[in-house]
């Protein structure tokens, strides 16, 4: 009994993504990639690193009920470079995760078939030893699956169709009623993975768009980041507190002395009313346009702002049903130090690591070169060139 005390009380609150498995996709094979709070994915250009971001956002989609389709744009592109077709002209991929939470380690894999038509022929959700979802395609004229599902009541499996174009694990609390053990172990396990994968944050910023000025919408940031200047406007009055905790970030980035972040009104008659740009207060009465800074110092003032804010501010997909104080926003930042000198892009990992430890936020980011983290208490390095086959 105390053992099991002891591993109850070590279990995480809130569930999260601690392993990505790349088993057949893409460039991958056979990868197992574990991930922390703060996950850096470090190696040469070409090792893959971009392929497992794309990998843990089509995951993403699928938990929050997308459809294969829209969860894989290119699913020819995620077919091992390798593999060959079978007799039956069909080639596919495999990916999978593991989630932690209250209910433990969960396991969910996937098996997509790519070409002739884009469909899920198998998928296996696993905890503690036992499969609580096992699917299989059995007729391929059909657009389903047959799905089995523990139930362990009179009826030890519960056996029935799913589509084959969705997560069956997102779809068993339609299916499941909750009467047994057995199945109300099997929908705890299917939210803790639901919720582990949702509220993904695919983060690029893209500079040249930055520095344009931007007419004011709905204040929530794009993933490139274009709309900066819009979401300044409406966050900089909300929280006063964490916006001053924001510019402090910006201040150890950019160069000069920066007082506040801000954006403006243009009002020189030049363009149409409702545009605003966001500029750098230094303090003595002089403002810099965002669009006089460098690419470095915009991607990291873009990255502080989005660690600072969250799912309210963000494009992403909350989890409505489930209490905030139990999700966690997962920010993927491809090319997390692209631009960035040694100097920003060690303050921007300790900001990453300070803001992942309190458990709100979670971080992985494909970065060229990790050495300059070598130290940076919370952060996990992950080398893609052994890790990739």
């Not at 990998?55 to 989609?61: I, V």
């Not at 702002?305 to 920010?331: I, K, N, S, W």
């Not at 309190?358 to 940076?376: E, Q």
Request: hydrophobic residues 40%; glycine residues 12%; proline residues 7%.
């Amino acid at each position: 009994m105390r053992d099991e005390q002891r591993v109850a009380e070590v279990r995480p609150d809130r569930p999260g993504v601690t392993e990505l498995r790349l088993s057949a996709f893409a460039g991958h094979r056979g990868a197992v990639l574990p991930l922390g709070p703060l996950t850096l994915l470090a190696g040469h250009s070409g090792s893959g690193k971009s392929t497992a971001l794309r990998a843990y956002e089509a995951l993403a989609r699928l938990g929050g009920g997308a459809r294969l389709g829209e969860a894989f744009r290119d699913p020819a592109g995620c077919v091992p470079e390798r593999a060959r077709p079978d007799a039956q002209r069909r080639r596919g991929f495999r990916i999978g995760c593991t989630t932690d939470g209250p209910e433990g380690p969960v396991r969910l894999d996937v098996a997509v078939q790519a070409e002739p038509e884009l469909r899920i022929v198998g998928e296996r959700l696993t905890a503690g030893g036992l499969t609580l979802l096992q699917t299989a395609l059995v007729d391929p004229s059909r657009p389903v699956v047959q799905a089995s599902w523990h139930t362990a009541g009179s009826t030890p499996v519960t056996r029935g169709p799913l589509p084959d174009d969705r997560l069956g694990t997102v779809l068993l609390p339609l299916r499941v009623a909750g009467r047994t053990d057995g199945q109300r172990r099997v929908l705890a396990a299917a939210e803790q993975t639901v919720v582990a994968l949702r509220s993904v944050f695919a983060c690029d910023p893209r500079p040249g768009r930055m520095r344009e000025a931007v007419p004011l919408g709905s204040g929530r940031l794009l993933p490139g980041c274009d709309n900066l200047a819009d979401v300044l406007w409406r966050t900089r009055t909300e929280c006063g507190r964490r916006h001053a905790q924001l510019v402090a970030a910006v201040r150890d980035g950019c160069a000069g002395p920066v007082a506040d972040l801000l954006a403006e009104p243009l009002r020189d008659g030049l363009v149409r009313d409702g545009l605003v740009r966001a500029v750098l207060d230094r303090g003595d009465g002089v403002r810099t346009a965002l669009g006089l800074l460098g690419d470095g110092e915009l991607r990291y003032l873009a990255l502080a702002l989005v660690l600072f804010t969250g799912p309210g501010v963000l494009e992403v997909d909350p989890v409505a049903e489930v209490p905030a104080a139990l999700q966690t926003l997962t920010v993927l930042a491809d090319g997390f130090d692209r631009s960035l000198d040694p100097r920003q892009a060690l303050e921007l990992v300790r900001l990453a690591a300070r803001m992942c430890g309190r458990g709100h936020i979670r971080l992985v980011g494909a970065v060229s070169d990790a050495s300059w983290a070598t130290g940076v208490p919370g952060a996990m390095v992950v080398h893609l060139n052994r890790e990739r086959s």
